[in-house]
């Protein structure tokens, strides 16, 4: 069965301590990996796909990078407004758009 | 529109009764998705549209579930005879060719509570 898991599902911050999300993924095949952010009462909001292993993406304090078989989500001297719930999600590949999610990982910056 | 707009952002109901949550997509795009996200976990997969037709409904829970998209643009998800676990946040989502990489854009939701 295809499975997309999260850790930790919490996650507390100081201010400017920078750590990592993770996603593990175990699937048929992988077309993509996506990263969503989502704020309390909002949908989720895009911020980086990935397709190959080795492969990075960047937007300000976020770098995301994946292998084989997973992907983290690194944050940089994270900032309060980085508050918020981190959901990744994988695309299989021979199908369309479906993405699958993970349960998500809370994110809380404390200044 | 600039975005995905959903519809009531908010609708409580009776356990029994019939609801319709609306969604309003990118202008241009032809794919539309419908997901449901429950407290504490990621959206899960309820119906994917291609235009008019429903190409996979595969995560419909069961048959009191429905959605139509009958010109392609806006879709309408129908819940008949609600029961309390229906409650939940529904979210809609597009793409289309001037997404970017097919990513989908999502809404902010309809939660619904049965009580």
């Known amino acids: 069965e295809d499975q997309v898991t999260q850790s930790p599902e919490a996650l507390r911050l100081q201010e400017g301590e920078s750590s990592s999300l993770n996603c593990s993924y175990t699937?048929?095949?992988?077309?993509?990996l996506f990263w969503y952010r989502q704020d309390p009462g909002k949908g989720p909001e895009f911020l980086f796909t990935l397709y190959s292993a080795g492969e990075e993406k960047e937007k300000e304090r976020l770098k995301a990078t994946l292998t084989k078989k997973e992907s983290f989500l690194h944050i940089t001297a994270p900032k309060p407004e980085d508050s918020a719930t981190y959901l990744c999600?994988?695309?299989?590949?021979?199908?369309?758009?479906?993405?699958?999610f993970g349960a998500g990982t809370r994110l809380a910056v404390h200044p | 529109g600039a975005g995905v707009s959903q519809t009531p952002s908010n609708k409580v109901t009776e356990k029994g009764k019939y609801v319709e949550l609306r969604c309003d997509p990118i202008s241009g795009h032809t794919a539309l998705y419908w997901y449901r996200q429950s407290l504490g976990q990621g959206p899960e997969f309820l119906i994917y549209f291609q235009g008019t037709g429903a190409a996979d409904d595969s995560g419909l829970p069961n048959d009191r579930f429905f959605a139509v998209r009958p010109e392609g643009s806006v879709s309408t998800l129908k819940i008949q005879r609600t029961e309390r676990g229906d409650s939940a946040v529904y979210l809609c989502a597009s793409s289309g060719q001037n997404s970017g990489a097919n990513v989908l854009t999502f809404g902010a939701g309809s939660r619904l509570t049965v009580l």
């Open positions: 699937v048929s095949g992988l077309r993509g």
């Open positions: 999600a994988v695309v299989l590949s021979g199908g369309y758009n479906k993405l699958i």
